[in-house]
């Protein structure tokens, strides 16, 4: 195959709707903008001076009229003789967001409305020799859904109709439902509403000689006790011809950094027209298996296919796969109706440690290869394990996917359906949604990181039949399943066919008699915690304790970004906790809850904080909530995953995230990095016994002596004895348990400080505001450079809470409390001794 980019030299126009074809585009048009593809079209109407980033200030809302206009993407080309002469010439658009139709050399060659699968067309018979025109008219898609669509749905479908802050109304559309786009772009509670169009993935004229391979499909069929690995693979080589029978060999080959692995060949396979499905297994002597991060490494096998059929040579892209079976684990605890919810890996039982990923910008084809790379490192250093993709966003880049899997990251993939219902009734929305999905399945399938599909978010949690015929109106039938039969039974049949290796769930939540049971399936923990209308719920830490869940796939709480992302957001202008743009960059669900923590945790007047201060208590309720929570969940024995809502931004704003949009750190990150240690101590009170659990994430067993016992906050009493840790590879278990002793809550805490691997841990207890804390923590410093880095070890002969190294740096650990006695050593990345300062609470 020979490949032609047609990425570049592209100039843009806008037109009213009723412009329907490119000569009157041309007539009409006012202004050009030469850009190149992938673009949004606000990018180079950003880079003209036409409008401003829509992510900062209140800016969104002046570039709303983009939804309101077709938008012209017009390039020339040239093809040779020789292009002409080959046997399919196919035009390539990976992603079109949203409704397009494209012309070639003024003849308009094909339609489509979703930017969740490719376009795809055969164009020799439009092409000429020497120059062409290619002409893609684009537009949201929202303008084509009537009143009436959407009343088809009985208006079932949420959407912020006010934002609760400003009265804005920007956000939330209803009509989002009918069209295959980013559902996020109309305004989300944790996000602008920037409805993207454009062409948004990359373009190209792909030549084929006689053959084309279609499909290549490797999965492990088995781990074998001898070390060795035996691979499926299935192969779809089109032959172009509609008449004639073709001879072809092809070679499929597995490698090794460099070493050749294995080699499978088909000889003299005769092809008939159209598909031609090839099939094989494939030992690997000696595999190295791949892993989630933690749980050891992630080796990955170079795949080469190629074919040659009448002396013409194609290949398929290589392909980079992980030795890895991966398998849901849903059988019964023996309790009632209860069943595990687990993820096994290569037969091991993984504990999912993550968050929801989310498009990492408004306007999401800006997002750079680097800031993906930043992404998916600063979840490495945070110890997660998993992403969920949440389904109201998109099927992220190819480069995201590669990142994951050499990472260890796995994926609970969701399809791209999200708090709504759909017309499903209706046979053309069913056909795209069953194209789009078999086209992502084919696509990502191969990628190791994927552990699971699903399909959807929330919808079922929503829309659950016995309560949505009062609240929304809904009446199911097996003719009218409002977006069910997607998930049910169109996603099963195609993940049956594309990838049946792959564990799939119907939704997020799901599982049970309703969805979201605690005894089946996953949860997202909201109405117990955040979401509750008892203002004290919501702040409180030990609701954490109580839950019984099976996987924990969505909770969340809100804190503030940094001061020097605040900035940036605003643009230059004052910073005012009354204005309207820091009431816009608030979450919806916001609701005065930090306030209302920073009251609670710390004897502080709250609203009268200054803005550095007010940064700072709400940082550490967000990492105190986000960080207790985590270490609740994972100590639960019968729970397999604890997944927060959510991991990264769209913009910056007052929100649910540990890493912000301009990729900085929020102070939640370290208590969400401590609590996803891969060796982790936690202690909890259960029915008046004290339980200490070692979690040992590793694939190596762990001994270390400890000193158990309790320590007062001044460090004048420590009644301590010794304790033996002894934590297997891959496990979670209890190291002590005893009845609760009889101690002052208020002047010291029960610990457990072991000489070295784990960190030390306390049974919390009360309020911090409660706590009889030492006026002067007397945190004792020493700091060092180490080449490009300094240590900072600080000390404290009392209890030293919130310690933290000032400033805009990435620390190795921060934000953290000292037991008396003991010391800390931390890595600043990047940091010039001299420019570093220690602090710490000091109780007023």
Same mark, same amino acid.
């Given at each position: 195959?020979?490949?032609?980019?047609?990425?570049?030299?592209?100039?843009?126009?806008?037109?009213?709707?009723?412009?329907?074809?490119?000569?009157?585009?041309? $007539?009409?048009?006012?202004?050009?903008?030469?850009?190149?593809?992938?673009?949004?079209?606000?990018?180079?109407?950003?880079?003209?001076?036409?409008? @401003?980033?829509?992510?900062?200030?209140?800016?969104?809302?002046?570039?709303?009229?983009?939804?309101?206009?077709?938008?012209?993407?017009?390039?020339?080309?040239?093809?040779?003789?020789?292009?002409?002469?080959?046997?399919?010439?196919?035009?390539?658009?990976?992603?079109?967001?949203?409704?397009?139709?494209?012309?070639?050399? &003024?003849?308009?060659?094909?339609?489509?409305?979703?930017?969740?699968?490719?376009?795809?067309?055969?164009?020799?018979?439009?092409?000429?020799?020497?120059?062409?025109?290619?002409?893609?008219?684009?537009?949201?898609?929202?303008?084509?859904?009537?009143?009436?669509?959407?009343?088809?749905?009985?208006?079932?479908?949420?959407?912020?109709?006010?934002?609760?802050?400003?009265?804005?109304?920007?956000?939330?559309?209803?009509?989002?439902?009918?069209?295959?786009?980013?559902?996020?772009?109309?305004?989300?509670?944790?996000?602008?509403?920037?409805?993207?169009?454009?062409?948004?993935?990359?373009?190209?004229?792909?030549?084929?000689?006689?053959?084309?391979?279609?499909?290549?499909?490797?999965?492990?069929?088995?781990?074998?006790?001898?070390?060795?690995?035996?691979?499926?693979?299935?192969?779809?080589?089109?032959?172009?011809?509609?008449?004639?029978?073709?001879?072809?060999?092809?070679?499929?080959?597995? $490698?090794?950094?460099?070493?050749?692995?294995?080699?499978?060949?088909?000889?003299?396979?005769?092809?008939?027209?159209?598909?031609?499905?090839?099939?094989?297994?494939?030992?690997?002597?000696?595999?190295?298996?791949?892993?989630?991060? &933690?749980?050891?490494?992630?080796?990955?096998?170079?795949?080469?296919?190629?074919?040659?059929?009448?002396?013409?040579?194609?290949?398929?892209?290589?392909?980079?796969?992980?030795?890895?079976?991966?398998?849901?684990?849903?059988?019964?605890?023996?309790?009632?109706?209860?069943?595990?919810?687990?993820?096994?890996?290569?037969?091991?039982?993984?504990?999912?440690?993550?968050?929801?990923?989310?498009?990492?910008?408004?306007?999401?084809?800006?997002?750079?290869?680097?800031?993906?790379?930043?992404?998916?490192?600063?979840?490495?250093?945070?110890?997660?394990?998993?992403?969920?993709?949440?389904?109201? &966003?998109?099927?992220?880049?190819?480069?995201?996917?590669?990142?994951?899997?050499?990472?260890?990251?796995?994926?609970?993939?969701?399809?791209?359906?999200?708090?709504?219902?759909?017309?499903?009734?209706?046979?053309?929305?069913?056909?795209?949604?069953?194209?789009?999905?078999?086209?992502?399945?084919?696509?990502?399938?191969?990628?190791?990181?994927?552990?699971?599909?699903?399909?959807?978010?929330?919808?079922?949690?929503?829309?659950?039949?016995?309560?949505?015929?009062?609240?929304?109106?809904?009446?199911?039938?097996?003719?009218?399943?409002?977006?069910?039969?997607?998930?049910?039974?169109?996603?099963?049949?195609?993940?049956?066919?594309?990838?049946?290796?792959?564990?799939?769930?119907?939704?997020?939540?799901?599982?049970?008699?309703?969805?979201?049971?605690?005894?089946?399936?996953?949860?997202?923990?909201?109405?117990?915690?955040?979401?509750?209308?008892?203002?004290?719920?919501?702040?409180?830490?030990?609701?954490?304790?109580?839950?019984?869940?099976?996987?924990?796939?969505?909770?969340?709480?809100?804190?503030?970004?940094?001061?020097?992302?605040?900035?940036?957001?605003?643009?230059?202008?004052?910073?005012?906790?009354?204005?309207?743009?820091?009431?816009?960059?608030?979450?919806?669900?916001?609701?005065?809850?930090?306030?209302?923590?920073?009251?609670?945790?710390?004897?502080?007047?709250?609203?009268?904080?200054?803005?550095?201060?007010?940064?700072?208590?709400?940082?550490?309720?967000?990492?105190?909530?986000?960080?207790?929570?985590?270490?609740?969940? @994972?100590?639960?024995?019968?729970?397999?995953?604890?997944?927060?809502?959510?991991?990264?931004?769209?913009?910056?704003?007052?929100?649910?995230?540990?890493?912000?949009?301009?990729?900085?750190?929020?102070?939640?990150?370290?208590?969400?990095? @401590?609590?996803?240690?891969?060796?982790?101590?936690?202690?909890?009170?259960?029915?008046?016994?004290?339980?200490?659990?070692?979690?040992?994430?590793?694939?190596?067993?762990?001994?270390?002596?400890?000193?158990?016992?309790?320590?007062?906050?001044?460090?004048?009493?420590?009644?301590?004895?010794?304790?033996?840790?002894?934590?297997?590879?891959?496990?979670?278990?209890?190291?002590?348990?005893?009845?609760?002793?009889?101690?002052?809550?208020?002047?010291?805490?029960?610990?457990?400080?072991?000489?070295?691997?784990?960190?030390?841990?306390?049974?919390?207890?009360?309020?911090?505001?409660?706590?009889?804390?030492?006026?002067?923590?007397?945190?004792?410093?020493?700091?060092?450079?180490?080449?490009?880095?300094?240590?900072?070890?600080?000390?404290?002969?009392?209890?030293?809470?919130?310690?933290?190294?000032?400033?805009?740096?990435?620390?190795?650990?921060?934000?953290?409390?000292?037991?008396?006695?003991?010391?800390?050593?931390?890595?600043?990345?990047?940091?010039?001794?001299?420019?570093?300062?220690?602090?710490?609470?000091?109780?007023?």
């Amino acid at each position: 195959m020979k490949k032609i980019s047609l990425n570049s030299g592209w100039k843009l126009c806008d037109t009213g709707f009723s412009v329907k074809y490119p000569a009157e585009a041309v $007539k009409y048009a006012q202004n050009w903008y030469p850009c190149q593809v992938p673009c949004d079209v606000r990018m180079p109407l950003m880079e003209h001076g036409v409008i @401003r980033d829509p992510v900062l200030a209140c800016y969104a809302y002046d570039s709303e009229w983009i939804e309101q206009r077709a938008w012209w993407y017009f390039k020339s080309f040239s093809c040779s003789r020789e292009d002409l002469d080959a046997e399919a010439v196919e035009l390539a658009a990976e992603a079109i967001d949203t409704r397009c139709d494209v012309f070639l050399n &003024g003849i308009l060659i094909g339609s489509q409305a979703n930017v969740h699968r490719a376009f795809q067309k055969d164009v020799k018979e439009y092409l000429t020799e020497g120059e062409n025109c290619l002409a893609i008219r684009v537009t949201t898609g929202l303008e084509e859904v009537t009143e009436a669509d959407v009343g088809d749905l009985h208006y079932a479908v949420c959407h912020e109709t006010l934002h609760n802050r400003c009265g804005d109304t920007h956000r939330g559309d209803m009509r989002r439902a009918f069209v295959r786009r980013p559902q996020y772009t109309i305004g989300w509670d944790w996000g602008p509403r920037v409805v993207t169009c454009g062409i948004v993935g990359e373009v190209s004229l792909n030549i084929y000689e006689k053959i084309a391979i279609r499909e290549l499909r490797v999965s492990t069929a088995e781990i074998r006790p001898d070390g060795s690995a035996l691979l499926s693979v299935m192969v779809n080589i089109e032959n172009l011809s509609l008449f004639a029978t073709r001879d072809c060999d092809a070679r499929l080959t597995v $490698k090794y950094r460099g070493r050749l692995c294995g080699q499978l060949e088909w000889k003299r396979e005769l092809l008939t027209g159209g598909y031609n499905y090839l099939e094989g297994t494939l030992e690997i002597p000696d595999a190295k298996l791949w892993w989630p991060n &933690g749980y050891g490494e992630q080796p990955l096998y170079d795949v080469s296919l190629t074919a040659v059929c009448e002396g013409k040579e194609t290949s398929f892209p290589m392909q980079q796969i992980g030795i890895r079976t991966v398998r849901l684990d849903l059988s019964p605890t023996g309790k009632g109706t209860e069943r595990i919810f687990a993820i096994l890996v290569n037969g091991v039982r993984i504990f999912c440690k993550g968050g929801d990923w989310i498009p990492a910008d408004s306007i999401y084809a800006r997002v750079s290869r680097e800031k993906y790379a930043r992404l998916v490192e600063e979840a490495v250093c945070a110890n997660f394990n998993t992403f969920r993709i949440w389904g109201g &966003g998109l099927y992220e880049k190819e480069y995201f996917y590669q990142l994951c899997d050499q990472k260890g990251i796995l994926l609970w993939q969701d399809f791209m359906f999200a708090c709504s219902t759909y017309p499903d009734h209706r046979e053309e929305f069913a056909e795209e949604c069953r194209r789009e999905l078999d086209y992502q399945t084919k696509r990502l399938r191969n990628h190791p990181c994927i552990a699971l599909f699903c399909g959807n978010n929330e919808n079922q949690e929503i829309f659950y039949a016995d309560e949505s015929q009062d609240s929304w109106g809904l009446h199911y039938t097996r003719n009218r399943q409002y977006g069910m039969a997607v998930s049910n039974q169109i996603a099963k049949t195609v993940m049956h066919q594309n990838c049946p290796d792959i564990p799939y769930w119907n939704s997020s939540p799901y599982g049970g008699q309703k969805p979201a049971s605690e005894g089946i399936g996953d949860v997202h923990h909201w109405g117990a915690a955040m979401m509750n209308p008892d203002m004290e719920k919501r702040i409180d830490p030990f609701v954490y304790d109580r839950l019984g869940a099976k996987f924990v796939s969505e909770y969340g709480y809100i804190g503030p970004c940094s001061l020097e992302t605040i900035r940036e957001y605003f643009d230059g202008q004052p910073i005012d906790r009354d204005s309207e743009i820091w009431k816009l960059h608030n979450n919806n669900f916001e609701k005065d809850t930090v306030l209302a923590g920073i009251r609670k945790h710390y004897p502080l007047d709250a609203a009268a904080l200054s803005l550095e201060d007010y940064i700072l208590y709400a940082g550490a309720v967000h990492g105190l909530i986000l960080g207790y929570s985590l270490e609740a969940i @994972r100590f639960k024995e019968q729970c397999h995953g604890a997944l927060f809502w959510m991991y990264n931004d769209t913009w910056g704003e007052v929100g649910w995230t540990i890493v912000d949009y301009y990729l900085r750190r929020k102070i939640g990150f370290y208590g969400v990095k @401590r609590a996803f240690s891969p060796l982790k101590l936690s202690m909890r009170a259960v029915d008046g016994q004290l339980l200490v659990q070692a979690c040992n994430d590793t694939p190596k067993a762990v001994s270390v002596k400890a000193q158990f016992g309790y320590l007062s906050f001044d460090g004048t009493e420590a009644r301590m004895q010794p304790l033996e840790i002894q934590a297997p590879a891959r496990s979670r278990q209890y190291v002590y348990e005893g009845p609760l002793p009889d101690y002052n809550a208020k002047a010291g805490r029960l610990a457990v400080i072991p000489e070295g691997l784990f960190e030390p841990c306390v049974l919390r207890a009360g309020d911090l505001k409660d706590w009889n804390l030492p006026s002067d923590p007397q945190i004792r410093v020493e700091i060092r450079q180490e080449g490009e880095n300094a240590a900072v070890t600080v000390s404290s002969p009392v209890y030293a809470h919130l310690v933290r190294v000032q400033g805009d740096f990435r620390c190795s650990d921060n934000y953290f409390d000292l037991l008396p006695g003991q010391s800390k050593t931390v890595t600043v990345y990047g940091a010039e001794a001299s420019g570093i300062s220690v602090r710490a609470y000091q109780p007023q």
